[in-house]
Structure formats: structure tokens, C-alpha cells
T-cell receptor, first 111, second 115 residues
Framework: QQNVQQSPESLIVPEGARTSLNCTFS?????YFWWYRQHSGKAPKALMSIFSNGEKEEGRFTIHLNKASLHFSLHIRDSQPSDSALYLCAGGGSALGRLHFGAGTQLIVIP | EAGVTQSPRYAVLQEGQAVSFWCDPISGHDTLYWYQQPRDQGPQLLVY????????NSQLPSDRFSAVRPKGTNSTLKIQSAKQGDTATYLCASSLNWASAETLYFGSGTRLTVL
């Protein structure tokens, strides 16, 4: 059973800051890793995914995966107030269709 | 392209009452998921279907919860006798297929409050 832990639980940063969100997972057999973003009262929406060790960048967002240390992270460059949301990491492995979500990090970006 | 549609948007019940949630997935998506999201927590999988078949319902409280997807399209999640602990947002999601590499597309959810 996959256990996904996120830290910190909440984060308040000023506009323009670099923000780092962390996720650890328990199942070393996990192969698929996702970040979803959920604005208040809205549906979670896929942000980025990575399926092998390393780094992936899309615009202001970068994700890192280190399977050896069971660590997955999201970094936001030049944080904007519109980035304020609940960020959910999720991992999936051998069980098809089964993604396990963490409890989320609530990010607030102050203008 | 239409997204995942859920109804109702909100539901308020007394303990012991029944409620049904309805979900219309994205056309062509063969996999449908029901998640429960308590306030300030991440989504927790209740059940998922591939077409009309239940793939995993191990986290569904079977004594009070049931879910069906009879024609492999729309789905209904029902709570027979709601408890205060069921208070949460119920999210439906669909994906093109059941591979973990596929993106989940979520509906806006049904926010349930059990008094």
C-alpha cells in the first residue's frame, strides 16, 4: 500500500519568490508521479508528471524525482498570486489505474 | 471538449438519510474513478471502473456505499445511510484508459454535509 507524505502542510510566500514543495512515497516500485493543483472550490487539475529519475521543466515549474531516496518535489520560480492553491502529489505503480494522493500543501502567494 | 460533469453540486443531509451522486465522464474515457476528499485532505480512492466492470472497490465502505456504471458511461455513487464522518467532497474523475501514466480529469465534485 502506497503511503504518500507531503510537506509542508501550508506555505505563505511573497510574490516573486521561489517555492519548493516536497513529497515522499513509501513504495519503491512506484513508476508514475504526478503533481495536481486544486484552486479553492475547483476540481484538481494535472500540472506535471514524470516517469523516470531526473528533472523536468515546464515554464516556471520544475519537478524532480529521486526514486532511490523516495523523494519527489515541485519548484515554482517567480511565484504568482494565481499559483495560490492546494498542491497534491500522487504516485502510482504496479497497480494499474491506482494513484495514491498525498494530503496536499496549501500554497498562498501574497502580492 | 466537455469535461467531467457531476451533480448535484451540494447536498446537505441528516444522519441516516440516503443520497446519490451522478457523474458523466469525458466521452471515450473507459476508466472512471470515485474519490472522497475530506476537508483539507487529498483525494482518497473509493472505487474505479474500466467500462462497466469494477476494478477495485476495496476502499468502498460496502455496508453503506455502492457504485455502478451499468453501460460503461455514466456512473452513480450512492450512500444508503449517511453518517457525519461521510462529510466530504466526492470527486469523479475519468481517464482515457487505466494506465497509471494517463492523466486524470476531475469533475468539480459534490460537496456533502451530513448533520
Amino acid at each position: 500500500q502506497q503511503n504518500v507524505q507531503q510537506s509542508p502542510e501550508s506555505l505563505i510566500v511573497p510574490e516573486g519568490a521561489r517555492t519548493s514543495l516536497n513529497c515522499t512515497f513509501s513504495d519503491s516500485a512506484s513508476q508514475y508521479f504526478w503533481w495536481y493543483r486544486q484552486h479553492s472550490g475547483k476540481a484538481p487539475k494535472a500540472l506535471m508528471s514524470i516517469f523516470s529519475n531526473g528533472e523536468k521543466e515546464e515554464g516556471r515549474f520544475t519537478i524532480h524525482l529521486n526514486k532511490a531516496s523516495l523523494h519527489f518535489s515541485l519548484h515554482i520560480r517567480d511565484s504568482q498570486p494565481s499559483d495560490s492553491a492546494l498542491y497534491l502529489c500522487a504516485g502510482g505503480g504496479s497497480a494499474l489505474g491506482r494513484l495514491h494522493f498525498g494530503a496536499g500543501t496549501q500554497l498562498i502567494v501574497i502580492p | 471538449e466537455a469535461g467531467v460533469t457531476q451533480s448535484p453540486r451540494y447536498a446537505v443531509l441528516q444522519e441516516g438519510q440516503a443520497v446519490s451522486f451522478w457523474c458523466d465522464p469525458i466521452s471515450g474515457h473507459d476508466t472512471l474513478y470515485w474519490y472522497q476528499q475530506p476537508r483539507d485532505q487529498g483525494p482518497q480512492l473509493l472505487v474505479y471502473f474500466r467500462d462497466e466492470a469494477v476494478i477495485d472497490n476495496s476502499q468502498l465502505p460496502s455496508d453503506r456505499f455502492s457504485a455502478v456504471r451499468p453501460k460503461g458511461t455514466n456512473s452513480t455513487l450512492k450512500i444508503q445511510s449517511a453518517k457525519q464522518g461521510d462529510t466530504a467532497t466526492y470527486l469523479c474523475a475519468s481517464s482515457l484508459n487505466w494506465a497509471s501514466a494517463e492523466t486524470l480529469y476531475f469533475g468539480s465534485g459534490t460537496r456533502l454535509t451530513v448533520l
